[in-house]
């Protein structure tokens, strides 16, 4: 195969000294890659005209809607340990356990919707994991008592 790379190599060399690539059209613009090489050629002129007006696949589109409600969730839990917790109230006491309460009902409502959103993406890279509330309640927790804000 080398003997074969080599040929090839030299016949290009070769060209390319001739100057057979000197007028091709396109020549010192950027590539366009707009277009998707891989994508359906069914579905290439739909997709144009959703990116168009702004929306995605609605796979795309669900995963958006799936982080911005955790990231909102979040929010309201890190509102709740700033409220509860710097007074002087136990991070025991009932209005905060509510709030734990609602947190872990609205993470596994998530993580419904990520079971079946992963069911709806068209390779496994674009898999979403699921949220670990118990994870996410403790980085809250010790994030606002060391300071960090967020």
Do not use: C
């Amino acid at each position: 195969m080398s003997r074969l790379e080599s040929m090839a190599e030299k016949m290009l060399r070769e060209a390319i000294e001739a100057g057979e690539f000197d007028n091709l059209p396109g020549k010192g613009q950027p590539v366009d890659l707009r277009e998707n090489p891989f994508e359906d050629p069914d579905l290439r002129v739909v997709h144009k005209l959703l990116r168009d007006a702004g929306f995605a696949p609605a796979w795309i589109e669900e995963r958006k809607d799936i982080d911005a409600t955790f990231e909102a969730t979040r929010q309201t839990l890190i509102r709740a340990w700033k409220i509860y917790r710097p007074g002087g109230v136990s991070p025991n006491d009932a209005a905060w356990e509510r709030n734990v309460a609602e947190f872990r009902e609205k993470a596994a409502e998530l993580n419904s919707r990520i079971k079946l959103y992963n069911l709806k993406v068209p390779a496994a890279v674009f898999q979403r994991r699921l949220f670990d509330a118990d994870k996410v309640i403790e980085a809250v927790t010790q994030a606002q008592d060391s300071g960090d804000g967020s």
